[in-house]
C-alpha cells in the first residue's frame, strides 16, 4: 500500500510508483493542471455571463459604479500582481536551475506581493463598507445618484453592479488566499531543498495558478474599474 | 389548437411505437436465431459505413420533418391572432387572479366565450408560476417582473382544468382552477352579471390622470413627455439610437423603470412607479395606453378619438 | 466492506491491508472505488425511500399521508439526492474508479490522492446533505429555481446548495483524474483507437465534469450569497433576471443527464460484445457518437426552457439541436442491435441488464423527440409526461447499466460469483417493476397531470395507482441484488480470473485484482473486442 516502500525500488526518489518515468509524471501534472484551469475558466465564465447582460441592461448603473471605486488603487493592485507574476517566473527558472536560495526569495517576494493585494484590496472594500456600498440591508447609493444626477440611477441597479463586484473580486481574492497557502507550502519546501533541476514541477504548477489568478485580475480591472472613465459632457 | 398538436403527437406515437417494434423485433430475433449453441461460432463483423451512413442520416431527416412541423405549431402558439379578446392575469402565491378588459375580475376562475380568440396577458407578483390549461394545450410560464402572453380558441363549450404547471411553492398543488367556456349569449349575461367598477382602460384613465400622468403625456401639445395617442404597437426610436416596439412589455417598463428606454428627443424625468402601483393597477394603465391606439371603432377605445392617427389593428 | 473474507492465497486489493486506516487513507483506485459504493448505496437507498413516499403519497388524489410541505421537501431531497449523490457518481466514481486504470493497462490513476480528496469531498458534501434532510429538509424543487429558492423558501437552501457545490468539486477532481490518466497512463501498444469504449464513453463524461460542473457551482454559489447578502442578481424585483438562472442551471444540469447516460452505454458496449462474443459493430462510430454526444450536449440546454420566456428564435434554435444530439444516440442502438447479428448469444445476467437498457432505453430517447418538437413541449412539460421521459433515461437507462456493470465486473471486484438465476430473476423483477411504475406517467402527462402536484384531480387516479404499485416491485428488484451480492462475497463461487471469457485488460489480471493491478505492464497488440481470439471454456459455453 505504501508509496515509499515501492519507490525504493526506482532509482527517482520524487518518482511517484505509479508513473514509469519522471517525463509521465511531469506530463500528467501539467496536463492536470491545465484542465483544472480550464474548469477555473468556467466557474469564472458563470459571473463574467452575468456581468455581461447585466451590463448591457444598467449600463449608467455600471458606469457609475465603476467610477464610484477607487481606480488608483485598483491601478496599483494591477501592477503589484504583474510584478509577482514576474517573480514567479523567475522563481520557476530559478528552481530549473537549482538555485536554491534565489527560489525561496522569490517564493518571498510573491508572497508579500500577494498579501500587498490582499492588503489594497481589503482598504478598498472597507471604503465600500464605509460608503454602504456593501449589497444587503444597509445598502445605500444615494451618494452616487447625487453625483451623477444625469445618469439617473436606480438603486437596485447600483446594488446588481456592486453584488457582482463583491462576487467577482471576492472570489478572486479567494483564490488568492489559496495561492498563498499553496506558495508557503512551496517555499517550506523550496527552503527544505525538495525542488531542483530534476524536480521542479510543483513550482511550475503553483506557478501555473498564480499566473492565472494574476489573469482573471487583468480582466476584472478593466471590466469593473475602467467602465466609462471619460468625463461626462 | 388541440387538434394540430395532437396530430403531431398521434404522428409521433406510431413513429415511436414503429421503431420500438422494429428494433424490438430485431434483437428478439437475432437473440433467438443467433442464442448460443454447440458447434456454432460467432462470425466476426467490423462494421458497415454504409450502414452507419444509412442510420445516421435516415433519423436525421425525420427529426428535420419532426422539428419542421413542432416549430410550425409553436410559431402558432406564440403568436396571438390579431383582434384576440384580451384577459389579464396576475399569478401570484397561490391563486389565479383575472382582470377581463371589460373590468369583470375573477380568481381561480375564467369565463370565455366559446370560438372566440382569447389572449392572455399574464404577469406574477411573487414567483415563476406556469398557466397551463391541458384541454387546449397551451402552457406559458408566468415570470415576476415582466409579461409573457398565451392564447387558445376553444371550440367547445365546458368546464376544463387550469393548472399551475411550474413548482411554486407550498400550495402549488393547490393553485388550480377552472376555465368555463360558455355560449356567446351566456357570456354576454355573465358578463353582464357581476358588478364592475368600469372598465381597465376606464379604470387606468383615471389612474392616468390620480397619478399625474397627465401632466407631461399630454395629447393635446407637446408635453415633457412623448404624447402616448396611437403609439402602441409601433416602433419607437429610442435616445440612444436602438428602436423598440412598444408593446405591453415596453409600456410596462416605461412606467416602472422609465428611464431604461428613453424616446428620443425626451429627457430621462419620469418618476420611478415600481413599488408604488400593484399589478392590478399597472394592467389597467396598460390597457389604457393600449386603448389610445385604437380606432374608434375599437370596443374600449375612450380617448382615441383627439388622436387622428391612422387606424391600425382593425377588428374584425 | 473490510472484513471480505477472501480465500485466495495471493495477495490482492482486498486482503492487502486490514483495518478502517487502510480503507480510509487508501490512495488504490480499486479500495477508493468500494468507497464510493458503498456511500452511494447509502444515498441510493435513502433517495428511493423518499420516492417510495411520494408514490404512496400519490396513491390517492388527495393529500392525505404527508402535509404539502413534506411532500415537496420529498421530492425535492429525492431529486438531489439521486441526481447529485448517486447518478452522477454511481458509474464513474464505483465503476469508472474501478476499471479505467486496469481497462487501460495502468497502475493507478494519475493523481490517487487527489482522487481519495475526492471521495472524501463527495461524503462532506453527502454529510451536509443529509444535515440538511435531517434538520427540516429543502423544498425548493431540485431545479433550485429562483426567485422561489432565493427570496421565498424558509428552508435550507443555503445547506443544500453548499452541499451540492461541495459535491461538485468531487465530480470535477474525478473528471480530471480520468481525462489525465487517459491521456498520459495507457500501458504500451493501447493506442486510442485500442481503447475500450468503457474508457471512450468514461472520457467524454469527464469533459462534462470539466466544463460543465463549475457552472452549476458558481451558479449555486451566487444563490447561496443572494440568500446571505440579498444581492438581487436572481432577483426580478431588484432588477435582476430569474431566467439568467435557468440558464446557467441547465447549462450544467442539461449536460448532466449525459453524465448519467455516457458511462452506462459504455458499460452496454462491453456487455453487449462479450455475450454475443462478437467485436462490437462499427467501433469508431460508437465512440465518436459518445464524444459527439458530450460536445453536442453543451448546446441544447435551453429546451428546459421553451414554454419559460425565451423568445421564439432561440426555441428554434435549440430545438433544432436538441435534435442533433439524438442523433449519436440513434446510432449507438443500431450499433449494438447489429452487433447481436450472428453472434452466439447467451443470456447471462450482466446481458439481460443490457437488453433492458436498449429497451428502456429507445422508449426513452423517442419520447425525447416528443419534448424536443417546439409546439408539443409546450403541452408535456412540466407534466408527468418529463418525469416519464427522464426516469426512462436516467431510471431505465442509467440504473439499468449501472446494474448491468456491477454484474458483470463483480466478479473481478470481488472474486466471487453472484447466483446467477437470482441475478436474472431480479433483472426481470426490475424491468417490469420499472415499466409499470413509469409508463403510466406518459399517459398521465399526455391528460395533463403537472408534476410536482401533492393532490391532484380524481380522474388521473387509475394511473397513479398503478405507477404507485410499480414502485413497489421495483423496489423488491433494487433491494435483490444489493442481498446476494453480500451473500456471494461469503458463500459465492469462486470466479477466476475471467469468468465470461471477456476480452478487456482487467480480465488478464487475478480476480480481485492485486494492489498494483497487474504483475507486469502488459503490453497490447491486438484491437479491442477481438473475441475471435478468446476460446470460449466449456462451462461459460454451456451456460445460456
Redesign the interface.
Known amino acids: ?1 505504501s ?1 515509499s516502500s ?1 519507490a525504493v525500488e526506482h532509482h527517482e526518489p520524487d518518482l ?5 518515468d519522471m517525463g ?1 509524471q511531469k ?2 501534472a501539467s ?2 493542471m491545465w ?2 484551469l ?3 475558466i ?6 463574467f ?2 456581468y455581461l ?2 451590463r448591457r ?2 449600463y449608467n448603473e455600471f458606469a457609475a459604479g465603476s467610477r464610484s471605486i477607487n481606480i488608483w488603487l485598483g491601478a496599483i493592485n494591477t501592477v503589484v500582481l504583474i510584478c509577482s507574476s514576474l517573480t514567479v517566473a523567475m522563481g520557476v527558472r530559478a528552481a530549473q536551475m537549482g538555485k536554491r536560495k534565489l527560489l525561496v526569495i522569490l517564493l518571498i517576494l510573491t508572497l508579500i506581493l500577494g498579501l500587498a493585494f490582499l492588503g489594497i484590496k481589503g482598504i478598498e472594500w472597507h471604503d465600500k463598507y464605509k460608503e454602504h456600498h ?4 444597509s445598502f445605500d447609493a444615494s451618494d452616487i445618484s447625487r453625483e451623477y444626477p444625469q445618469l439617473h440611477i ?1 438603486q ?2 447600483e ?2 453592479f456592486f ?2 463586484y ?2 467577482m473580486t471576492g ?1 478572486h481574492a479567494l483564490h488568492m488566499i489559496i495561492g498563498i497557502g499553496l506558495f508557503l507550502y512551496l517555499t517550506h519546501f523550496s527552503w527544505k531543498g525538495r525542488y531542483g533541476p530534476e524536480y521542479y514541477t510543483p513550482v511550475e504548477m503553483g506557478g501555473l495558478y498564480w499566473h492565472f489568478v494574476d489573469i482573471v485580475w487583468i480582466y476584472l480591472f478593466p471590466l469593473l474599474y475602467l467602465i466609462d472613465r471619460k468625463p461626462l459632457g | 389548437m388541440a387538434g ?2 395532437d396530430a ?2 398521434v404522428f ?1 406515437v406510431l ?2 411505437l414503429s ?2 417494434a422494429a ?2 423485433l ?2 428478439t430475433v ?2 433467438v436465431k ?5 458447434g ?9 459505413t454504409i ?2 451512413i444509412a ?2 442520416v435516415l ?2 431527416g425525420v ?2 420533418v ?2 419542421v ?10 403568436t396571438p391572432p390579431r383582434g384576440a379578446d384580451e384577459v389579464y392575469v396576475v399569478a401570484k ?1 397561490w391563486m389565479w387572479k383575472l382582470q377581463h378588459t371589460g373590468g369583470q375580475r375573477e380568481i381561480n376562475e375564467l369565463h370565455v366565450p366559446v370560438d372566440r380568440d382569447v389572449k392572455m396577458i399574464m404577469t406574477s407578483q ?3 408560476h ?1 398557466f ?1 390549461v ?2 387546449f ?5 408566468v ?4 409579461y ?1 402572453t398565451a392564447w387558445f380558441h376553444a371550440t367547445k363549450t365546458g368546464t376544463f ?1 387550469l ?12 393553485m ?1 382552477g377552472s376555465v368555463v367556456v360558455m355560449e356567446p349569449s351566456q357570456y354576454e349575461a355573465w358578463l353582464g352579471g357581476g358588478g364592475t367598477t368600469g372598465s381597465l382602460a376606464a379604470n387606468g384613465q383615471t389612474m392616468f390622470q390620480q397619478l399625474g400622468c397627465i401632466t407631461c403625456h399630454r395629447s393635446d401639445v407637446q408635453g415633457r413627455g412623448p404624447n402616448l395617442t396611437g403609439i402602441f404597437g409601433k416602433p419607437v426610436l429610442l435616445e440612444d439610437g436602438r428602436t423598440v416596439v412598444a408593446d405591453e412589455n415596453y409600456v410596462r417598463e416605461s412606467i416602472l ?1 422609465p428611464t431604461a428606454k428613453v424616446v428620443s428627443g425626451f429627457k430621462p424625468v419620469m418618476p420611478v412607479f415600481q413599488g408604488l402601483v400593484t399589478e392590478e393597477q399597472l394592467n389597467s394603465l396598460v390597457e389604457y395606453v393600449k386603448s389610445l391606439s385604437q380606432t374608434p371603432s375599437g370596443a374600449t377605445g375612450t380617448a382615441a378619438l383627439t388622436s387622428g392617427t391612422q387606424p391600425q389593428n382593425p377588428k374584425e | 466492506m473490510a472484513t471480505v473474507a477472501v480465500s485466495t492465497e495471493r495477495e490482492n486489493y482486498l486482503n ?2 486490514y483495518g478502517v486506516r ?1 480503507w480510509l487513507l ?3 483506485h480499486k479500495r477508493i472505488a468500494l468507497l464510493y459504493l458503498l456511500s452511494i448505496t447509502v444515498f441510493f437507498f435513502v433517495g428511493g425511500f423518499f420516492a417510495l413516499l411520494i408514490r404512496l403519497e400519490l396513491l390517492t388524489p388527495a ?1 392525505d399521508l404527508v402535509l ?2 413534506t411532500y ?1 421537501k420529498l421530492f425535492t431531497m429525492h431529486g438531489q439526492i439521486m441526481v447529485f449523490f448517486f447518478l452522477i457518481p454511481s458509474i464513474p466514481a464505483t465503476l469508472g474508479n474501478f476499471l479505467v ?1 486496469m481497462m487501460i493497462g ?7 490522492k ?1 482522487n481519495l480528496l475526492s471521495w472524501y469531498l463527495y461524503i462532506l458534501g453527502g454529510a451536509l446533505m443529509l444535515h440538511c434532510v435531517l434538520t427540516g429538509g429543502v ?1 425548493t ?1 431540485w ?1 433550485f ?1 429562483t ?2 429558492s432565493t ?3 424558509r428552508t435550507g437552501v443555503i445547506e443544500a446548495g453548499l452541499a451540492i457545490f461541495i459535491n461538485g468539486f468531487s465530480s ?1 477532481l474525478t473528471g ?2 480520468f ?3 487517459i ?3 495507457r500501458a504500451p501498444g493501447m493506442t486510442f483507437s485500442r481503447l475500450p469504449l468503457f474508457i471512450w464513453s468514461t472520457y467524454a463524461t469527464s469533459i462534462i465534469f ?6 452549476i ?3 449555486l ?2 444563490v447561496v ?1 443572494e440568500r446571505l ?5 436572481f432577483d ?9 438562472f435557468q440558464h ?1 442551471f441547465w447549462f450544467y444540469s442539461h449536460p448532466a443527464v449525459y453524465i448519467m447516460i455516457l458511462p452506462a452505454m459504455g458499460v452496454v458496449s462491453e456487455i453487449v460484445p462479450c455475450f ?4 462490437i ?5 460508437v465512440a465518436m457518437a459518445s464524444i459527439g454526444i458530450a460536445v453536442i450536449g453543451f448546446f441544447v440546454w435551453a429546451h428546459h426552457m ?4 425565451i423568445s ?1 428564435y432561440a ?2 434554435i435549440f ?2 439541436l436538441s ?2 444530439v ?2 449519436p444516440s ?2 449507438k ?3 449494438w ?2 452487433t ?8 447471462s445476467t450482466p446481458m439481460l441488464y443490457a ?1 433492458g437498457f ?2 428502456l432505453f ?2 426513452g430517447g ?2 425525447g ?2 419534448l ?8 408535456v ?3 408527468y409526461f418529463v418525469i416519464a421521459h427522464f426516469h426512462y433515461i436516467m431510471v431505465g437507462g442509467a440504473v439499468m447499466g449501472y446494474l448491468g456493470g456491477m454484474h458483470f465486473w463483480w466478479p473481478k471486484i470481488s472474486g466471487r460469483m453472484y447466483p446467477e438465476s437470482w441475478g436474472r430473476l431480479a433483472a426481470l423483477i426490475v424491468f417490469i417493476g420499472f415499466n409499470l411504475t413509469f409508463f403510466p406517467q406518459f399517459i398521465l402527462g ?3 397531470m ?8 380524481a380522474e388521473f387516479q387509475v394511473l397513479n395507482v398503478m405507477s404507485t404499485a410499480g414502485s413497489t416491485i421495483l423496489a423488491v428488484g433494487y433491494v435483490l441484488p444489493m442481498v446476494y451480492f453480500l451473500w456471494s462475497l461469503r458463500y459465492g463461487k469462486i470466479a477466476g480470473d475471467n469468468p465470461w471469457a471477456a476480452s478487456g485488460l482487467e480480465w488478464k489480471t487475478p480476480s480481485p485484482p492485486p ?2 493491478n497487474f504483475d507486469e ?1 502488459p503490453v497490447v497488440t491486438w484491437e479491442a473486442y477481438d ?2 481470439n478468446i476460446p470460449l471454456p466449456e462451462e461459460v ?1 454451456l451456460e ?1
Not at chain 2, 137 to 141: G, H, L, P, S, T
Not at chain 3, 236 to 244: A, E
Not at chain 3, 281 to 285: D, Q, R
Not at chain 3, 306 to 309: T, W
Open positions: 500500500m508509496d515501492v511517484q510508483h505509479h508513473f514509469a509521465q506530463d500528467a496536463l492536470g484542465l483544472f480550464a474548469t477555473e468556467m466557474f469564472f465564465g458563470g459571473m455571463c452575468a447582460i447585466y441592461a444598467y456593501i449589497p444587503g440591508p436606480d437596485s441597479h446594488q446588481i453584488s457582482l463583491f462576487a472570489l | 394540430t398538436v403531431l403527437y409521433l413513429l415511436s421503431t420500438c428494433i424490438f430485431v434483437i437475432f437473440a443467433y442464442r448460443r449453441r454447440h456454432r461460432e460467432a462470425e466476426q463483423i467490423h462494421g458497415s450502414l452507419e442510420w445516421s433519423p436525421m427529426f428535420a419532426i422539428f412541423w413542432g416549430a410550425f405549431i409553436f410559431f402558432m402558439e406564440r402565491q411573487d414567483v415563476i406556469s397551463y391541458p384541454a394545450r397551451i402552457k406559458q410560464d415570470l415576476p417582473g415582466r409573457t382544468h393548472f399551475c404547471a411550474e413548482y411554486c411553492g407550498t400550495s402549488h398543488s393547490g388550480i423603470n | 492487502a491491508d487502510s487508501t490512495t488504490d393529500g404539502a410541505d415537496n486504470p495502468a497502475k493507478d490513476l494519475a493523481f490517487p487527489i423544498d424543487g431545479t429555481y426567485p422561489l427570496a421565498f423558501s470535477i480530471l483524474n481525462v489525465v490518466t491521456h498520459r497512463m470539466l466544463l460543465g460542473t463549475p457552472v457551482a458558481i451558479t454559489l451566487l450569497f447578502f440579498h444581492l438581487g442578481i426580478p424585483t431588484r432588477g435582476g433576471d430569474p431566467l439568467l446557467l454475443s462474443r462478437k467485436r459493430f462499427g467501433y469508431s462510430a421553451f414554454v419559460a420566456g421564439l426555441a428554434l430545438s433544432l435534435y442533433l439524438a442523433v440513434a446510432i442502438v443500431f450499433n442491435t447489429a447481436m447479428y450472428k453472434g452466439s448469444i447467451s443470456f437488453f436498449i429497451g429507445t422508449i423517442l419520447t423527440l416528443f424536443a418538437a417546439l409546439g408539443l413541449d409546450v403541452h412539460t412540466d407534466t399526455y391528460m395533463g403537472p408534476r410536482r402536484y401533492w393532490q391532484y384531480p494492489t498494483f505492464t473475441y475471435e459455453s445460456r
